[in-house]
């Protein structure tokens, strides 16, 4: 036998697995497989919500106002982004983009229609 070649009862002198418990180290090698090919079974199984990705949160100490206007102006850049751009098209793709402007601009109006009914907190 090379010195490549186990038999299945000799044990590799340098494996960190010699001396674990083979219950438990299956049982980790089973939330692993879960983790990376079911991960919809691992949420399902969780009590509680899934955290959001804290990257993407609005600062939750922000009060309404700000975030409304904070919107307005997020939307209002993204139709002015929009129109430049769809200059640039041929007709048939300007037409398309145009048309989510549109889109676009009617969620800013709903916005400002928002921000303009909040009541100030004193």
């Given at each position: 036998m090379n010195n490549q070649e186990f038999r299945h009862d000799q044990t590799d002198p340098a494996s960190p697995y010699e001396s674990l418990d083979s219950k438990k180290f299956?049982?980790?090698?089973?939330?692993?497989?879960?983790?990376?090919?079911?991960?919809?079974?691992q949420i399902m199984a969780s009590n509680h919500e899934p955290e959001p990705e804290p990257m993407f949160l609005a600062n939750p100490k922000y009060d309404t106002e700000s975030l409304l206007a904070n919107a307005s102006e997020s939307l209002g850049s993204a139709t002015t982004m929009l129109s430049?751009?769809?200059?640039?098209?041929?007709?048939?793709h300007r037409?398309?983009?145009?048309?989510?402007?549109?889109?676009?601009?009617?969620g800013e109006l709903a916005v400002n229609q928002a921000l303009d009914k909040v009541e100030l907190k004193e």
């Open positions: 299956h049982e980790a090698a089973e939330r692993a497989l879960d983790h990376y090919l079911n991960p919809a079974a430049n751009f769809a200059a640039l098209l041929e007709n048939s037409k398309t983009l145009l048309g989510i402007t549109q889109v676009v601009m009617l």
